[in-house]
């Protein structure tokens, strides 16, 4: 089975050693473009994000595993474009992170899963045979805010979740960063979650932060 983006070759002999290169992590993604995993949006448990990104790697969706990388992470690199590059370049140039982010059975190559004594860092350690490579993650709070119409809006706040919650000698109140709750009369509901995305993936080298802004 042809992977998403894979290109066609009419002489072996024409390519370069760089292309050689570039053909061989293409090579060790083959197994998954043919057996993706099916796309489950979840963001509870590092585990499952790191599931998600998989499966739109396997699906060669750059901007899907650009949505699974916290805010941090994602201003290092300015834009989904710029992480693709180098994303690109981690799968070429590190045979481990390519065969292990190539296989539908990651989740069986976790050796460790720690997570900071502040409950929003954790890391997983990946494993095979010797080799080992590590994917950080941070705990962001996101609000969706729904209507009487049924249509909802859900943002990711600048602060942690615990600290949306402000107390005084009046009470306590919520600080929402997004989105705006103007037409407060018909909003139905609003919902807190926590959402475990990427902050570090393989000692990802990030370039310097490009000018498109980061939501």
Known sequence: MQAPGYPHVRSRRSLSRAAAGRWLGLLLL????CACPTPVERWDTPQATLALWQARLC???????????????QKSFGGYQSYFAARTALL???A?????????DLLDHVADLSFDADGQHAAIV???GDNSLVVGFEREAWVSATWDDGHTLTARQRAPLDSLVVKSAKGQWLRIDRPELTDTAHLSEVRFSGRWLISDLAGLA???AAAEPVP
Do not use: I, V
């Not at 699906?59 to 992470?73: K, N, V």
């Not at 481990?96 to 539908?104: K, M, R, V």
């Open 30 to 33: 083959l197994p998954a473009a």
């Open 59 to 73: 699906r060669d969706d750059p901007e899907g595993e650009y949505a699974c990388l916290s805010r941090d992470f």
């Open 92 to 94: 070429e140039q590190n």
């Open 96 to 104: 481990t992170a390519a065969w292990l982010f190539g296989h539908a």
């Open 126 to 128: 990946l494993q095979t």
């Open 206 to 208: 990030t370039p310097p």
